[in-house]
């Protein structure tokens, strides 16, 4: 399993007692495949991803990213197994306003110790990928709100991760460019094999993924396949 969490349970300081985020949450995401987690706000859905994504420490259980057990693990060793392994699509694309589409990517290439320049080819590459390789030279104010999700996205590629976390991809797009978001990560899934963990509040563009889960009062219910 490329990602593999296992009875989490996961709580924050509230006044003088703690509040419980995430509940003995276990869950398998075979690569190649795409899990929706969806529920209502303040059900534990952004406390999984971030889990998920080794930003957050559980109070118990284990997380398991290709093969690695991340408890015990130093910061210096999580922020490598970040930069090697984990790909992460935050809801707002937060992009760099002097940075073209392709230095947006470039720049998680110096990130990672490799030259920018030598990483262009990569860049330019997943442009064309998510179906903007003619905008590669246009800055953030340049590109529509879908096309700053799909640079986005390949930002989140282009260290070639096992695992994709994608919080909330479509909720600032209409029904049109938010369906096309979804069908692009669909299909970089599949060829990149990617373990795909889909965070959402929306269920109307979930008819191409693997399954849903759904999170209540930070506890997982059964996975159920789609169709």
């Known amino acids: 399993m490329s990602l593999n969490l296992t009875d989490v349970t996961l709580t924050y300081p509230d006044g003088d007692s ?9 869950l398998d995401v075979p690569p190649g495949t795409i899990t929706a987690v969806a529920g209502p706000s303040g059900s534990g859905k952004s406390s999984l991803l971030a889990v998920a994504a080794t930003l957050i420490t559980p109070d118990h259980g284990s997380v398991t990213i290709d093969g690695t057990e991340t408890t015990g693990l130093s910061r210096g060793e999580l922020t ?6 984990i790909g992460i699509v935050f809801q707002q694309p937060n992009l760099l306003p002097a940075l073209t589409a392709a230095e947006q990517l470039q ?10 320049s030598a990483a262009r080819g990569v860049a330019l590459d997943l442009l ?30 282009m260290n070639e991760p096992t695992v994709l976390l994608i919080d909330e991809p479509t909720s600032a797009l ?3 460019r938010g369906a096309a978001v979804i069908d692009l990560i ?19 563009h979930l008819t191409a993924v693997d399954r849903i889960v759904e999170v209540h009062d930070g506890r997982l219910g059964s996975p159920a396949p789609v169709g």
């Open 80 to 85: 490598e197994l970040r930069r090697r392994k």
């Open 186 to 204: 669909t299909r970089l899934t599949r060829q990149r094999a990617t373990a795909t963990v889909l965070v959402t509040h929306d269920r109307a």
């Open 18 to 26: 703690r509040l419980t985020a995430l509940d003995g949450v276990t």
């Open 107 to 116: 720049v998680m290439a110096r990130i990672d110790g490799r030259s920018p």
């Open 128 to 157: 064309d990928a998510v179906g903007l390789g003619p905008q590669a030279g246009r800055r953030p104010h340049q590109l529509s709100g879908g096309q700053r999700q799909r640079v986005n996205i390949a930002r989140a590629l």
């Open 174 to 176: 209409d029904h049109d």
